[in-house]
């Protein structure tokens, strides 16, 4: 079973040097590839004077990370996709279980390793932990992670287990199921759009798994750091898309109204605790949602799993 890494790389030499020699170093079984957004410093060129080995793929223009992807990867071969940030540090012998775990079970299309904090090791990272769950109302969360509280790693999942989203962080996918599902939803651009991918992929009767047997570091918020209004803006908005597109039928006419309705405190919450520019972002939210409404209507499929969530009412258990 062969696999490739595609980094995708935007302005990001800084963390291409500080973190390249690291993955090629521990990761001797595999392609490497770095897919350049349309970058304006010279990521381009260092990687060619530095690491002639490394495949160099140039997208035209910032396609964003779903949008980039999807054109990359056209470009990559092998069984085996791994989608790893430019800014995460990898372990030896990381790659083998994961793909000891494809070979276990053929139904499984997506893997994740655990994901803990390269700045505080002993702690697991906002951005995936110890494998992606969501709530009956759509809110995402993690193994280690409920909205912005972290565990510290004690070996509490060093499992194997099914879980319902694998991190874009480091996500392992078959590159038979990435193109069967047509990628991500480029019109995400950004965040959460591996969710959606995940969610699916169960859909089509596909699981998804998390593999603590391997890990990684990831410092986080090398494009958008957690305090982005943007970041704001293209959760939200991405967040109710999702739903819409992936909700059941008897589940969605209520919970996307009243999710809509949450939005409004959240925005009040998000504009008092990291300013105005916040607030005013999950409005544009909502209007980005109503203006790709019907396109998303489109790309809902002929099925959705009833038995999609692992929790119930967690933003009401976990703030009051």
Known sequence: MKISIAILNWNG??????????????????????????????????????????????????????????????????????LLNSDVEVTENWLQPILDLFKQNKNIAAIQPKILDF??????????AGGGLI?????????????EELE?????????????????????????????????????FAHQEEIDLCWRLINDGK?????????????????????????????????????????PKKSLIWILPFRMVLDGFAGIYFGLKNGFSHFT????????????????LKKRGNFQTEKYYQTKWLIFKHFF
């Open 207 to 247: 699981k998804i798994y998390y593999c603590g047997k391997s890990a990684v570091y990831h410092v986080g918020g090398g494009t958008l750091n957690k305090q982005s209004a943007q970041k704001t803006f293209l959760n939200i908005r991405n967040n109710l898309s999702m739903l819409l597109k992936n909700l």
């Open 119 to 128: 700045n505080r090791k002993n702690y697991f990272e906002f951005a995936g």
């Open 152 to 188: 510290e790693d004690k070996g509490q999942y060093n499992d194997e287990t099914e879980i319902f989203w694998a991190s874009g962080c480091a996500f392992f996918i078959r590159a038979e199921d990435f193109k069967k599902m047509n990628g991500f939803d480029e019109r995400f």
């Open 281 to 296: 972002a999950v409005l544009k939210a909502h209007f980005g949602f109503y203006k790709q409404f019907n396109g998303t």
């Open 135 to 147: 709530d009956n109302l759509g809110f995402p969360y993690c193994r280690g992670r409920i909205f």
């Open 13 to 82: 030499k800084s963390w291409l040097e500080k973190f390249l020699p690291n993955v090629i170093e521990n990761s001797q079984e595999a392609d490497i590839f770095v897919i350049d957004n349309a970058s304006n410093d010279d990521s381009v060129v260092y990687l060619k004077e530095n690491f002639p080995n490394v495949s160099v793929i140039k997208n035209l223009e910032n396609l964003g990370f779903a949008g980039g992807y999807n054109e990359g990867l056209k470009e990559v071969t092998n069984e085996i996709f791994c």
